[in-house]
């Protein structure tokens, strides 16, 4: 199968999408000619013109009005916030208007658009352009949230989020842009609100989102001669959340740990946590155990940044602790 | 559609109902007509089948758990259904189950950490300081290993299923002499008959008296009968139903023996209900012949028939079980001659009858082989007395040698 | 005036007392405590909408703010169904689970009253985008009021829809008060209409109380829109006569004497005398349509009270689209 990287599949997934539809728009700063500040949009203005690739002034409240109000009388605009952490500005828009008009007009009006977006932390780009923030949108009933990990990934749930006709926030990753994967010719779509084992194993569930599933599956592959076998599961949507495929996991293995980038405190592992500890408390074997980022913005400094983030080390540590192996090293 | 299975009422006077055994687990397919749980009331145990096919959305009563009856103690729904427990049930009952339902029997929660970081955790109350996982608790119930003996080498310290597994294999070895071949857990219809026996024991100050009887004339009788009666009744007549009938004609002149000692009272009691043990797979069961006096011998033979069947069947129901005055048991079938039977509390005795047996006897002038029987009377003693229910007995054998009141 | 012919200048009063009526009538409901939540109405800007939504299609769209019965009405909801959502019911336009502040039919061109000060501003700019990128000659009317203008969804609205020459008419009911707060402790700007020229949009302001007025400058600015000529900022100065909420006199902020002046200009008096005084109409005709009215919400009233409430399940159904 080809191998092509996220960044392209997300494109593919906008170009095949707006060739099939054309209420299908995108707006964003800086997505024409520049064609994105991660490239994602890059070639898509020429071929669909200014009309459908619209360039915005620095108006995040704007943006998603704007893509409300034109989803509200039947378009389907897929709106670009640059980073995660503007998000913040157009709060308004997204919690009190988007999730929430469907809901307050009776089931009449269907916002139906999606609002792109990226986050996450290693590029020293500081604690304003480095943050995780899907833990705020998922709280929020009337949005769908989806996060995915992998090229495949990337350009079947994008595609069916601009085919969903309810509001989806899509949270991309930095640093997942350049990373390639398999992904076949030919139209698929992957639903929303199914979750992906991506590592079956017997010992200990791991649930992890976005990058954080690459380096589970690293630990993974790194404990596996020590004779402990991780299973990995990506979610790949947050809400709706696949529960059951964590469950049915849980119920198997016993043991669970959940990887995320974001700050720990109420992030999508305290909700994943809480989750099994309530419908599958006789299956635990020990506590459950969240693997995140520390609580506190992220630094500038790329030492400090490491440190901040999950890695390798802190998971192995995390399964290490709830399967309770003591290395010489720990005791 | 989802549909509630409530506690049936088993009986006139049954207020609530005990879960014994969850036959089916949450989550798990069902079909209509198939047993979902064992539910047990004052003496009869049943089971509650599935009223409807589907899965076993929820399960709303654990077991041991005491449930009024009309309560609802579990969902049928379709897969994937999603359930209002909350408008099925309605708000009296929705206030007494706590979502979501859950086989978890009662455990105090956890308190928080405060050490996360090394993975300690304080463990619920009631476990005395014992840290352990829910899982590895779980097990360790199951297989009435006791904590307190353990040693956890899970994170913190805590005691984890590996721990629990190992508990058990050690059981298994350290005790090689005791294979058990079964276990019947005390439960049921075993269970309320070792309560009743343990009640019995405790309570009754037993005397037995035995006395023979001539059952020549009642062999003989029957023997020329039999074949009449069931052409004629449609019923064929037991020896026991025979002593039976001359039982409950005897509790008329010996009324005595018809009592109950209740609340430091004795009552004699007007109506004879008499009580005709039958061996059942599982255990001993009493159904009831009511004003077993008053019928015929025919119609008492056929409703003790019919409600023997029943008892085989695990179908009688809580009335036919309730309200006896009088018990008979027969081990004579197995060949016992006498024994010494335990009083069917709180009833004031119970006759045991032995086998019938071709014995020489001594008569006028020879030595002639007749049909003997020996009848064990158990009593208690605090309800009458030696001499009554002698002549109890001597009442009973006279009517039994000389066929009175039968019909011939 | 004897350029609008006399069906439409009917029209605009009728308008004018359905709004009125309507919210005096919900604001003595509220009193005796039969309806829930908060309400705020619009008597005595009555105008303002009014004469804006006559220009407006079916198929053109307004956004409103919390203040936004009069608007909705004016574009036209039924009293009946707009009753029933103020009481909550199931048969109300948001199946009783919107209220006041969010009444909306999509059918009718509304995108719904906002609770939020502002949010309307960059929502409408989106439907005139949606219009501009289908080459209809639709419009949207965005109203709000002079708080709204300090927002920054005011700014990045406007702006945007300036710089992409956007179908839409922005109407600022400038009403002279922001809650409590007045326009000259909030804004150092008298006329908000100024704010046009930032973005280089025209901007013009008019006297609210006069439908008239309003009626004529929306004209030119709905025919600018619908002609591609893109937004334009219309201020309409005009009063509440009533406080920001039911419940709340206003005394705290406001003269009494400067409620009065404001009073001497209500805009249905003043326009019922100058139809009279042109011979337009009599007040026989005046009179027949306020009965009209009359009867039309006491029916709205009888269909919002007899009307089922919404199921306890119906709470959790519409979040989604399935």
Redesign the interface.
């Known amino acids: 199968m080809r191998q092509i990287s996220y960044r392209q599949a997300l494109q593919e997934a906008l170009r095949e999408e707006m060739q099939r539809d054309d209420s299908v728009?995108l707006l964003g700063e800086d997505i024409a000619e520049f064609g994105g500040s991660y490239k994602v949009t890059a070639g898509l203005l020429e071929e669909f013109g200014p009309?459908?690739v619209?360039n915005?002034?620095i108006?995040?409240?704007?943006?998603?009005?704007?893509?409300?109000?034109?989803?509200?009388?039947?378009?389907r605009?897929v709106a670009e916030l640059m980073y995660v952490d503007f998000s913040a500005?157009a709060m308004?828009?997204i919690v009190?208007?988007v999730a929430k008009?469907?809901?307050?007009?009776?089931?009449?009006?269907?916002a139906?658009l999606v609002i792109r977006t990226q986050g996450g932390a290693g590029r020293s780009s500081a604690a304003q352009h480095a943050q995780s923030l899907e833990a705020w949108f998922v709280h929020i009933?009337?949005l769908?949230v989806v996060q995915p990990s992998t090229p495949y990934d990337a350009k079947g749930l994008l595609k069916a989020a601009i085919r969903?006709?309810?509001p989806v926030m899509f949270l991309e990753h930095k640093l997942l842009y350049p990373v390639q994967g398999p992904v076949p010719e030919g139209e698929y779509l992957i639903p929303l609100g199914q979750a992906d084992v991506k590592r079956p194993g017997s010992d200990i569930t791991v649930v992890a989102t976005s990058r954080m599933v690459h380096r589970a599956l690293a630990a993974a592959e790194t404990l596996a001669p020590e004779g402990i076998d991780v299973e990995v599961i990506d979610p790949r949507t947050l809400n709706p959340l696949d529960e059951e495929t964590i469950l049915a996991s849980v119920r198997k293995t016993?043991h669970l740990v959940v990887v995320y980038e974001a700050y720990e405190r109420c992030g999508i592992g305290a909700e994943i946590a809480a989750l099994v500890a309530?419908?599958a408390?006789?299956?635990?074997?020990?506590?459950i155990?969240r693997v995140a980022a520390l609580n506190t913005p992220v630094p500038f400094n790329p030492k400090l940044e490491n440190y901040v983030i999950p890695n390798e080390e802190r998971i192995i540590a995390g399964i290490k602790?709830?399967?309770?192996i003591t290395d010489s090293a720990d005791a | 559609m989802a549909t509630l299975i409530k506690m049936p009422q088993l009986g006139q006077t049954m207020e609530e109902g005990t879960i014994i055994t969850w036959l089916k687990r949450e989550g798990e397919g069902v079909t209509q007509g198939e047993p979902l749980v064992q539910i047990e009331t004052d003496k009869v145990v049943c089971d509650i089948e599935a009223s409807q096919s589907g899965l076993l959305h929820s399960i709303l009563a654990r077991e041991g758990e005491k449930v009024a009856v009309g309560n609802a103690i579990a969902v049928i729904a379709a897969a994937g259904e999603t359930v209002h427990l909350t408008a099925l049930l309605g708000p009296s009952q929705a206030a007494e189950v706590s979502p979501?339902p859950?086989?978890?029997r009662s455990q105090a929660t956890p308190a928080s950490d405060a050490a996360r970081q090394q993975?300690t955790?304080v463990g619920p109350a009631e476990a005395r300081e014992v840290r352990i996982?829910?899982?590895?608790r779980?097990l360790a119930r199951e297989h009435g290993i006791a904590l307190e003996a353990l040693q956890g080498?899970?994170?913190g310290g805590?005691i984890?299923?590996d721990d629990v597994e190992r508990a058990i294999a050690a059981q298994k070895v350290a005790a090689p002499q005791e294979r058990v071949l079964r276990t019947i857990p005390l439960t049921g219809l075993r269970g309320t008959i070792a309560q009743r026996m343990a009640q019995s024991w405790a309570h009754v100050a037993r005397v037995t008296e035995v006395i023979e009887v001539d059952m020549s004339d009642v062999v003989a009788w029957r023997r020329r009968r039999l074949i009449v009666w069931e052409r004629e009744y449609g019923v064929h007549i037991s020896l026991t139903d025979v002593i039976a009938f001359a039982v409950a004609q005897t509790l008329r002149d010996s009324p005595d023996l018809n009592a109950r000692l209740e609340n430091q009272e004795i009552k004699v009691l007007a109506d004879i209900h008499l009580g005709i043990a039958v061996a059942t797979g599982n255990g001993l069961i009493v159904p009831v012949i009511r004003h077993a006096d008053q019928l015929p011998l025919w119609e008492l033979a056929r409703q003790s028939a019919r409600l023997a069947e029943k008892a085989q069947e695990r179908k009688l129901t809580l009335d036919e079980v309730s309200g006896g005055t009088f018990t008979i048991t027969n081990l004579g079938t197995y060949g016992i001659e006498i024994f010494t039977p335990m009083v069917n509390y709180p009833q004031c005795a119970i006759l045991g009858v032995g086998r019938v047996a071709e014995r020489p006897v001594v008569l006028p002038g020879r030595i002639e082989a007749r049909s003997l029987m020996y009848l064990s009377l158990s009593f208690d003693h605090r309800i009458t007395d030696g001499a009554p229910a002698a002549m109890f007995l001597q009442r009973l054998k006279e009517r039994l040698e000389t066929l009175s009141d039968f019909p011939l | 005036m004897l350029a609008i012919d006399q069906a439409t200048l009917h029209k605009l009063y009728h308008t004018m007392v359905r709004i009125r009526l309507f919210e005096q009538r919900i604001m003595e409901l509220f009193q005796q405590g039969r309806l829930p939540g908060f309400l705020h109405v619009s008597i005595g800007q009555e105008a303002v909408p009014t004469g804006v939504c006559a220009h407006l299609r079916s198929n053109d769209?307004i956004?409103s703010t919390h203040r936004g019965h009069g608007d909705v009405i004016a574009k036209g909801a039924r009293l009946d169904r707009m009753m029933a959502e103020l009481y909550g019911k199931k048969t109300?336009?948001?199946?009783?689970?919107?209220g006041s502040m969010?009444i909306?039919?999509?059918?009718l061109g509304i995108?719904?009253a906002?609770?939020?000060v502002g949010?309307g501003?960059?929502?409408?700019?989106?439907?005139?985008?949606?219009?501009k990128?289908r080459r209809t000659d639709q419009v949207?009317v965005c109203f709000f009021g002079d708080g709204g203008a300090n927002t920054?969804?005011f700014h990045?609205?406007l702006?945007?829809a300036s710089?992409?020459n956007l179908p839409v008419v922005f109407v600022c009911q400038n009403n002279q008060y922001a809650e409590s707060t007045p326009q000259r402790v909030h804004q150092k700007i008298k006329d908000i209409a100024v704010r046009a020229m930032a973005y280089d949009i025209p901007g013009e302001t008019v006297d609210g109380m006069d439908v008239l007025e309003v009626y004529r400058v929306a004209g030119d600015a709905v025919a600018r829109a619908r002609a591609g000529g893109g937004p334009t900022l219309v201020e309409c100065k005009t009063y509440r006569f009533y406080g920001h909420y039911v419940g709340d006199p206003g005394t705290a902020y406001r003269r009494p004497e400067e409620v009065e002046e404001w009073k001497q200009r209500d805009p249905i008096a003043t326009f019922a005398r100058r139809l009279l005084a042109e011979g337009v109409t009599t007040a026989a005709e005046l009179k027949a349509i306020e009965e009209a009215v009359q009867q039309e919400l006491e029916a709205a009233i009888r269909f919002a009270e007899t009307s089922p409430e919404p199921d306890l399940e119906d709470a959790l159904?519409?979040?989604?689209?399935s």
């Open positions: 728009f009309e459908r619209r915005t002034p108006s995040e409240a704007a943006i998603v009005g704007a893509a409300l109000g034109a989803s509200l009388v039947g378009m605009p500005i308004d828009q009190n208007q008009v469907r809901y307050m007009f009776g089931g009449k009006a269907k139906s009933p009337g769908k969903d006709d309810n016993q309530n419908q408390i006789d299956f635990l074997d020990a506590p155990e602790r709830v399967l309770g | 979501p859950s086989l978890v993975g955790n996982s829910p899982a590895a779980k080498t899970g994170p805590r984890v299923v | 769209y956004s109300g336009y948001c199946k009783g689970k919107g969010h909306a039919d999509l059918e995108l719904g906002n609770g939020i949010a501003i960059p929502i409408a700019t989106g439907t005139a985008l949606a219009f990128m949207a920054g969804a990045e609205g702006n945007l710089v992409w159904q519409d979040i989604y689209a």
